[in-house]
C-alpha cells in the first residue's frame, strides 16, 4: 500500500467516523421518529437562508471535489498541494482529535438534554444551560471539531480546492450562527449565561 492509498483510506475513516456520532446520538432524540424529510423541511425553516445559500456553492464543489479526487485523482492534480508526509500525518492526528472533541460534546449534551437533544436541528428553546464536560471552558466545542475536522480534511487530501471549500463552510457556519445562537440563549438565560460566558471561551478553552 503507498502512502497515498492510506491517507486516502485515513481520510474516508475519518471523515465518517466523525459523521457517525451526529448520526448516532440523531437516533436517540424524539424528533428522530419523525419522517426524514419531514425534520429536513423543519430544519431548513428554522436555518438562516444565507447559511444554506453558502452551503449549496461550497458544499458541491466540496463534494464534486472529493468524488473526483478519490476516483480520478489526475484530474484533480490543477489544486493539489504538496504537503510533506508530517503535515498529512498532523492531518490524520487533527482528524482522531476531532472526533474525540466530537464524541464527547454530543455525549455531554445527551446525558445532558436527554431525548431533547437532537444534533440533526437546530434547537430554538434549549431545555437546559449545559456547563460539564468540554462546556466547562468553552461554549461550542462541537463548531470547534468540525473546524479542525475541515483542516485536517485539508491535510488529509493535499488539495486546496477540498480543503478551502470544507473550511469555507464551516467558517460561515461559525460566523452566523454563534452570534445568533449566543443571543438566544441570553434571552432563555439571562445572568446565568453572561456569567457563564465570563468564565468560558468560545471556541477555544478559557484557561484559569
Given at each position: 500500500?503507498?502512502?497515498?492509498?492510506?491517507f486516502?483510506?485515513?481520510?474516508?475513516?475519518?471523515?465518517?467516523?466523525?459523521?457517525?456520532?451526529?448520526?448516532?446520538?440523531?437516533?436517540?432524540?424524539?424528533?428522530?421518529?419523525?419522517?426524514?424529510?419531514?425534520?429536513?423541511?423543519?430544519?431548513?425553516?428554522?436555518?438562516?437562508?444565507?447559511?444554506?445559500?453558502?452551503?449549496?456553492?461550497?458544499?458541491?464543489?466540496?463534494?464534486?471535489?472529493?468524488?473526483?479526487?478519490?476516483?480520478?485523482?489526475?484530474?484533480?492534480?490543477?489544486?493539489?498541494?504538496?504537503?510533506?508526509?508530517?503535515?498529512?500525518?498532523?492531518?490524520?492526528?487533527?482528524?482522531?482529535?476531532?472526533?474525540?472533541?466530537?464524541?464527547?460534546?454530543?455525549?455531554?449534551?445527551?446525558?445532558?438534554?436527554?431525548?431533547?437533544?437532537?444534533?440533526?436541528?437546530?434547537?430554538?428553546?434549549?431545555?437546559?444551560?449545559?456547563?460539564?464536560?468540554?462546556?466547562?471552558?468553552?461554549?461550542?466545542?462541537?463548531?470547534?471539531?468540525?473546524?479542525?475536522?475541515?483542516?485536517?480534511?485539508?491535510?488529509l487530501?493535499?488539495?486546496?480546492?477540498?480543503?478551502?471549500?470544507?473550511?469555507a463552510?464551516?467558517?460561515?457556519?461559525?460566523?452566523?450562527?454563534?452570534?445568533?445562537?449566543?443571543?438566544?440563549?441570553?434571552?432563555?438565560?439571562?445572568?446565568?449565561?453572561?456569567?457563564?460566558?465570563?468564565?468560558?471561551?468560545?471556541?477555544?478553552?478559557?484557561?484559569?
Amino acid at each position: 500500500m503507498t502512502l497515498e492509498i492510506f491517507f486516502k483510506i485515513a481520510f474516508f475513516v475519518v471523515f465518517f467516523s466523525f459523521a457517525y456520532v451526529m448520526t448516532a446520538y440523531s437516533k436517540k432524540a424524539k424528533a428522530g421518529k419523525e419522517d426524514k424529510a419531514a425534520r429536513m423541511k423543519m430544519h431548513n425553516e428554522n436555518e438562516v437562508p444565507l447559511l444554506l445559500k453558502l452551503r449549496t456553492i461550497f458544499g458541491i464543489p466540496f463534494y464534486l471535489g472529493v468524488l473526483v479526487w478519490t476516483f480520478a485523482p489526475r484530474f484533480m492534480a490543477w489544486s493539489a498541494i504538496p504537503f510533506p508526509a508530517w503535515v498529512r500525518w498532523t492531518g490524520l492526528g487533527l482528524g482522531i482529535f476531532a472526533i474525540i472533541l466530537n464524541a464527547w460534546s454530543h455525549k455531554t449534551l445527551s446525558q445532558k438534554l436527554g431525548a431533547d437533544f437532537d444534533p440533526a436541528m437546530r434547537l430554538l428553546k434549549v431545555p437546559a444551560l449545559v456547563t460539564e464536560g468540554p462546556y466547562a471552558r468553552m461554549r461550542h466545542p462541537i463548531y470547534l471539531a468540525f473546524l479542525m475536522m475541515q483542516i485536517a480534511v485539508l491535510f488529509l487530501t493535499s488539495n486546496w480546492l477540498i480543503g478551502f471549500c470544507g473550511i469555507a463552510i464551516i467558517i460561515s457556519v461559525i460566523a452566523i450562527r454563534v452570534p445568533e445562537e449566543e443571543k438566544m440563549l441570553i434571552e432563555q438565560f439571562g445572568e446565568q449565561y453572561q456569567t457563564y460566558m465570563k468564565h468560558s471561551g468560545s471556541l477555544l478553552p478559557k484557561l484559569g
